[in-house]
T-cell receptor, first 113, second 117 residues
């Protein structure tokens, strides 16, 4: 158990819909990263938040957005869903004190039908 | 942009034997981290081992060790005394270090390791 929690574990929805994925980092970790794992693209970095502020963006679509709340949990919002958005979405957290060791949550499996 | 290449999509090893997974990377940075992550069928991403680029000594964690060749930009993972539980997808990853706070990971495509009894 990494200490990072993600909900829900599985999500099945239809094209055009909007979903929210939730992540709670390990206690004390200020950084939250979102990654997408798909068969086509492999593991890709989407976005990072550090102590409530966006710090870096990767290959994140405009239809996707994220935020980190004062209690440090983070949400990834996916809208106007397409079939190609079906993937495993991971959240990871890290603490600057320990360098760059990132601890991954169990992931949310999103299926768009 | 940084790239990480794993040239072996699949590998297999007999239980109790040794296997080496290859990884090369491309970067113009001098300070960075390299990682091997394991992803078993449960899909959980598990950190196996980490190497800081400024350290010449190769990292080891029990049965796992790396061969880090900075000039060649090579970072291979050796698994000794392979066990059935080592069967998983293994990802090599790179991240920047330094004074900032962005340590996003850049991953290779992965190597699927099968352990035969």
């Amino acid at each position: 158990d990494s200490g990072v929690t993600q909900t829900p574990k599985h999500l099945i929805t239809a094209t055009g819909q909007r979903v929210t994925l939730r992540c709670s980092p390990r206690s004390g970790d200020l950084s939250v990263y979102w990654y997408q794992q798909s068969l086509d693209q492999g593991l890709q970095f989407l976005i990072q938040y550090y102590n409530g502020e966006e710090r870096a963006k990767g290959n994140i679509l405009e239809r996707f957005s994220a935020q980190q709340f004062p209690d440090l949990h983070s949400e990834l919002n996916l809208s106007s869903l397409e079939l190609g958005d079906s993937a495993l979405y991971f959240c990871a957290s890290s603490t600057k004190v320990r360098g760059n060791e990132q601890f991954f949550g169990p992931g949310t499996r999103l299926t768009v039908l | 942009a940084q790239t990480v290449t794993q040239s072996q999509p699949e590998m297999s090893v007999q239980e109790a034997e040794t296997v080496t997974l290859s990884c090369t990377y491309d970067t113009s940075e001098s300070d960075y981290y390299l990682f091997w992550y394991k992803q078993p069928p449960s899909r959980q991403m598990i950190l196996v081992i980490r190497q800081e680029a400024y350290k010449q000594q190769n990292a080891t964690e029990n049965r796992f060790s790396v061969n880090f060749q900075k000039a060649a930009k090579s970072f291979s993972l050796k698994i000794s005394d392979s066990q059935l539980g080592d069967a998983a997808m293994y990802f090599c990853a790179w991240s920047l270090t330094g004074g900032g706070s962005n340590y996003k990971l850049t991953f290779g495509k992965g190597t699927l390791l099968t352990v035969n009894p």
